[in-house]
């Protein structure tokens, strides 16, 4: 059974950080590409940042760029999200997923990816 469990979310004052995790199980982690994504209320669920199965392609939307950094363990089967100088906008809840073969022109399109986890709320607020 394939599984992806993102954890690390909260509530944080502007300006604050916070390090989401993705650990998964049930597939061939190195063959795959980890995305994260996120969706506000009310809103479509728009790409972050992605990393390449090997770990040594990173892609991030500018609305990332600069304050985000994406990492992953292939021995460890788990990626991560450092999210720093967060903002109110980046309020929402933050998904990570899994995709094979994924071409760079789809690489933050949600159909790009076949596996997703529950999602985890991020809140920044004062």
């Known amino acids: 059974e394939v599984q992806l469990q993102a954890s690390g979310g909260g509530l944080v004052q502007p300006g604050g950080s916070l390090s989401l995790s993705c650990a998964t199980s049930?597939?061939?982690?190195?063959?795959?590409?980890i995305a994260w994504f996120r969706q506000a209320p009310g809103k479509e669920r728009e790409g972050v940042a992605c990393i390449g199965s090997s770990g040594k392609r990173k892609y991030y939307a500018d609305i990332a760029k600069g304050r985000f950094t994406v990492s992953r363990n292939n021995p460890e089967n788990t990626a991560a999200l450092q999210m720093d100088n967060l903002k109110p906008g980046d309020t929402a809840v933050y998904y990570c997923?899994?995709?094979?073969?994924?071409?760079?022109?789809?690489?933050?399109?949600?159909?790009?990816?076949?596996?997703w986890g529950q999602g985890t709320q991020v809140t920044v607020s004062s």
């Open positions: 997923a899994a995709g094979s073969s994924v071409i760079t022109s789809e690489r933050m399109h949600p159909s790009a990816y076949s596996y």
């Open positions: 049930g597939f061939i982690f190195d063959d795959y590409a």
